[in-house]
């Protein structure tokens, strides 16, 4: 008897272990960097040392290096990318082809040690493959020392020297970066300018140019007094000719900085003791804006703490540089020539993505949408409680998604859509990627809102971020958090809205005496809100889930006091709705008042019919 109870369970123990979810490991790093830069070859040296944790419990017998430079070089991916693609960026275009010897960049590793002994390693254009002579064992960790040089290329993307706004160095994605490995394995993804995905760690950076540059970065300076230039109230007496910048950063995956003679500096403390800096060259296009700017980014940072989740470093900076707006921790990279709405756009974006990359930290290579997605339809929140505020010129609008739902459902009937799951470097076009990461993303979000309800939908985005920073995030995982919210089962939705491009369409088909009859002519299937107008002025809501929903969500602003009818099977084309109205007193019975459902045709939404205007196809 003893033997069988305890067979029994030895089996139970075996079926929890198998099915229990373990915490999630990450590997770990730690950079020292001295940096000496030349300015009349636009090129620098570097010693790095990088103290790697295997966390895993796999045994490394290899690892690998992103060496960003080399893909500004003719006839590096990046630039055959850009030259084949149907519809090339025009900041790239063929300019990569044109480049002459001393406009390249450039990105070589002199020599690798790890634990003090050299190891073999090959350079295959963005990638350094390192063969290691012993193996990284679980749980250990070793040290690999590094002598690199690189050259500048001229800004073309991201990166480089001297762009359109006559900012000298742009230093994105510069210096020899240790890839990903976790528990999908290595992400040793060649670079064609598109998205990236790195190990959080520690910098410590030191950087030495002439004296004149102005350095700004992710981190914090350690040596103010030493470098002056707006960071220390009294100027150095004498200064030598060149001078070191010492940054150190804790809990990044990157480590971004930009140099110009002409950089202003402006320090806000924001009301949670977060200090802001902006960094720009002084001029008529530029002053007033950028001067106004951390102030307003001060009021934005009140909003996103509270609806998103509070932002984790001491420090941020907006600077002058690169080539539009592009995001690292602690810092971006956004020009700064332009109007105030243009300037605290970008700004609101490129640091929303503090919350959706440096601090979620999704593969955003596999999971683009995830993050500019998510970053898109915070902006567009945040941009739009400013409006309200009256920091920014403009009205508030009860719904800032609407126009991003309508331009997704554009696309989608374009026939050139392809599925959120498409790995970001290997869109079709372009134009898709762009929808996909950024507009779908959204409406992505949006759907989830309709479906499960605001208040759901708000403590779900706080629930997610408090549970998964810092922890790499996938689909799954942020599904599972919403399921939690809203009590409702949700993986149907992602399964249609990632995995595939079926499209949402449904329409009032016909109604008689107290009955409506509602069919599916799209392929996914999504819960209904319905309102019925009386000829007398009234107005009845009917809300119709579905069955895989388990369950319905809860009113909202946009759509409450509802009454919950029967359960929709996905498989049954159409849905008899029985009204407590007869069709004599009904002016109109229409889907989604609202216009949040991505519903592809919406001439059919409205019975009996009117004429409503088709979306413009592009």
């Known amino acids: ?11 139970l123990f075996m079926s929890f272990t198998a099915f229990a979810q373990p915490e999630r490991w990450q590997q770990s790093v730690k950079y020292t960097m001295n940096v000496d830069f ?9 010693i790095q040392k990088l103290e790697y ?15 960003y430079f080399n893909a500004f070089q003719p006839n590096s991916m990046m630039d055959v990318r850009s030259r084949t693609i149907v519809d090339p960026d025009k900041r790239v275009g063929d300019r990569i082809a044109r480049l002459k010897k001393n406009e390249q960049g450039f ?8 634990n003090g002994r050299k190891i073999l390693h090959n350079t295959e254009g963005t990638i350094l493959e390192v063969s290691l002579s012993e193996p990284i064992l679980p749980n250990t960790t070793v040290i690999f020392d590094m002598e690199f040089k690189g050259q500048v290329p001229l800004q073309i993307r991201r990166s480089g020297r001297n762009n359109a706004e006559g900012i000298e160095y742009s230093m994105a994605q510069w210096y020899p970066k240790m890839c990903n490995y976790d528990y999908q394995g290595w992400h040793a993804n060649p670079y064609v300018a598109r998205e990236f995905y790195g190990i959080w760690g520690d910098f410590d950076i030191r950087i030495t140019m002439p004296k004149e540059y102005v350095i700004a970065g992710t981190g914090i300076l350690q040596n103010k007094d030493e470098v002056g230039y707006g960071y220390s109230p009294v100027e150095p007496v004498s200064r030598p000719d060149r001078l070191t910048w010492h940054f150190k950063a804790e809990n990044v995956h990157d480590f971004v900085w930009a140099a110009d003679p002409d950089y202003k500096q402006i320090v806000h403390k924001a009301h949670d003791g977060t200090i802001i800096r902006a960094f720009y060259q002084p001029g008529d296009r530029t002053t007033e804006n950028w001067e106004r700017l951390p102030a307003i980014m001060d009021e934005a940072l009140k909003f996103i703490n509270e609806k998103y989740g509070k932002y984790a470093f001491p420090e941020y900076s907006f600077i002058q540089g690169g080539d539009g707006g592009m995001e690292y921790p602690m810092a971006t990279l956004i020009t700064g020539e332009r109007g105030l709405v243009s300037l605290v756009g970008v700004a609101v974006h490129e640091w929303m993505h503090s919350w959706y990359q440096m601090m979620l930290g999704s593969n955003e290579a596999l999971y683009h949408w995830m993050d500019e997605g998510f970053t898109s339809y915070a902006s567009n929140e945040v941009m739009n409680y400013l409006s309200l505020k009256k920091m920014i010129p403009g009205e508030p609008v009860q719904n800032p998604h609407l126009g991003d739902v309508n331009g997704y459902i554009n696309f989608a009937l374009s026939g050139r859509e392809e599925p959120l799951i498409t790995h970001a470097d290997h869109f079709l076009t372009n134009t898709a990627y762009g929808v996909a990461s950024y507009t779908k993303g959204e409406v992505f979000l949006e759907q989830l809102r309709y479906i499960i309800g605001e208040h759901a939908f708000d403590k779900g985005m706080l629930l997610y971020f ?17 399921e939690k919210a809203s009590k409702l089962e949700l993986d149907w939705f992602k399964e249609y809205f990632v995995h595939t491009t079926h499209t949402i369409d449904y329409e009032v088909e016909s109604m008689s005496g107290k009955s409506a009859i509602i069919r599916k002519k799209g392929i996914m299937p999504m819960p209904l809100d319905i309102t019925v107008k009386t000829k007398n002025g009234k107005e009845y809501y009917y809300y119709i889930p579905l069955d895989i929903m388990r369950g319905e969500k809860n009113g909202d602003r946009f759509f409450s006091n509802f009454k919950v009818m029967k359960d929709w099977s996905w498989t049954h084309p159409t849905y008899k709705l029985d009204l407590d109205q007869k069709l004599s007193d009904i002016e109109t019975i229409e889907i989604d008042f609202s216009k949040r459902l991505a519903d592809v045709d919406r001439t059919n939404n409205v019975y009996p019919r009117k004429m409503m205007p088709k979306l413009d196809v592009e």
């Open 1 to 11: 008897m003893f033997k069988h109870i305890a067979g029994l369970l030895f089996i």
């Open 466 to 482: 408090d549970t998964w920073k810092f922890k790499h995030p996938n689909p799954n995982d942020f599904i599972r958090i919403m």
């Open 38 to 46: 030349a300015i009349k070859k636009h090129q620098f040296t570097g």
């Open 107 to 114: 990105m070589e590793v002199k020599s690798l040690k790890m």
């Open 53 to 67: 944790t295997n966390n895993s419990p796999d045994t490394l017998y290899k690892v690998f290096y992103h060496l």
